[in-house]
């Protein structure tokens, strides 16, 4: 292509989408090279199991990126590029062992009676947490928001609210900690716990953030886009193609392109170059990132964190094509949430990353997200046909090697929809239409920047936060070469679909093109 670009971006996930389409707005003339056939990563949707029933390859709910500028401020207008969400309420749903059941709605005063349901304290404990939390969300909002060095630190921030020193102490307790604390009931702790799992061990240090994951999501509910999670990506690729942007697909990025110790380009698998007149922008992973450019170049602090990064706990998902709806038992009939949950006890719950750890497959009371998107939506599937995605938790190093999955993996599916059926009786064998399975290996397989399976690209603990994120002194998107950035959710702050990586690599490149993202959202058209 004789083209000329000024952006060259290698990957296309949301972030990186999002990223483009600021700078394509800015003006500068983009291009997008993405691995695969249809852009996105894990914000994708794709009939997988049988024609006319469209599953999210990956995610489903985007709760993080309503917090995001970008859709709160409605700044580039998505919804002109079709993009539209949907509130499921019920919000959440978790049937126990026991035959009760704690359901989450949109209604505040319901959801507190589904708590006082177990314990009248545990219903006021719960307003509390919400009330308390409402005031720390629009920092914590901030912050996440914000590039890596911009803006007031955290600590400093929440310095100005009158019990400040109160969430310094949360935030570095364990969610554990804090869930142990607030609720007496088990039933009320396990839900807070694996409502979702947040896929960071609840017992660790400086995951208090966590315990309060339940509560964002009771107002806002857990959003599906219309159509699909892919449709974010197409309307962001609609906006970048309006604004003179290029994408291509089936273009694997294998080397960086650095002249005079400036990366100028990309090379691709099929033979192919592209040169960028100001920047190239990744979303490669950094472990295959560090291998496309000279060693030397990289800088020993880069390299060192690279080798240093891990994975984090992994998800194992299986798609089903199936004629029912999964129903589940409640006071005078059944429910059919969009979005339900295994977790059978907070004893549970604390058991996952010794089993991740260990590299052992545990099937007794699998943890479980099910998600039945059709119900809300129903483009998803042919009438009365409906999608369920079953995710669960499982580690990607076993014992054996990651290559064992393979020979396990319809096991695992198959006891994971045991389980399920244990509350969703209905989904018999005659229900259930056809599947298919994603171990954590396939995931690696199905898209690199999940290394090792991890669906954020890495672990989440404090050694891979905020400004170590991916590695002290490399945290603002300007990687050791110059001209070249990195976004993604190898980059503060992580994984999920927040859109955060993507904004906040953009403010940060339209700053050292001498602009600023806000001149740009002002900008007409
Ligand atoms: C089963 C599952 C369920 C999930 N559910 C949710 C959910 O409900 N809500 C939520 O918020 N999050 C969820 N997630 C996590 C979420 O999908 C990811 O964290 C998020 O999509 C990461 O976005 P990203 O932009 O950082 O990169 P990615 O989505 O990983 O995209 C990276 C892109 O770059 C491409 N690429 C990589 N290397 C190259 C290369 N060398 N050359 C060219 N292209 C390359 C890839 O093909 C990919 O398209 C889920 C993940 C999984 C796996």
Redesign the pocket.
Known sequence: MSERFDIVV???????LIAAAYLAKAGYRCLV????PI?????KSAELTLRGFTHDV???????IHGNPLLREDELKLGDCGLEYIYPDPVFHMPFPDGSYLTQWRDLDRTCAEFAKFSKKDGQAYRQMITEYETVKPILNAVTFTPIGFGKPINDRLAELPNGKLWQRRLAMSAWEILRETFEDDHCRAFMMGCPYSLQPVQDPMTGRVAYIPLHQQRESRPLPKGGSGALSEALSRFIQAHGGVILPN????ALIVENNRCTGVECADGSSYRAEKAVLS???IK?LVDMAPRNLWGQDFIDGVDTWSAGLT?F?TNYATSEPPKYAIEGGTLSPVHSGMMASSDRALRMSFDYDRGVVNLEDPPLHV?CCSLADPTRAPAGMHTI?V?AYQPYSLKEGPLHWDLIKQRVSDANLDYLRRFSPNLTDGKTLARTI?SPLD?ERM????WHGS???GASGPAQSGGMRPMPGWAQHRMPIPGLYQ???TTHPG????GG??RNAATVMLKDFGTSIDEVVKKKA
């Open positions: 290698a990957g296309a996930g949301h972030n990186s090279l993405e691995g695969r852009v996105g990563g894990g914000v990956c995610s489903s709910a985007h709760n993080g273009k694997w990025v294998t979303t490669i992973h295959q998800l998902a998600i995605k995710v994603e995931l898209n690199p920047h999940n669906c954020h690209a976004t993604g959710a994984g999920s679909v927040t990586p993507g």
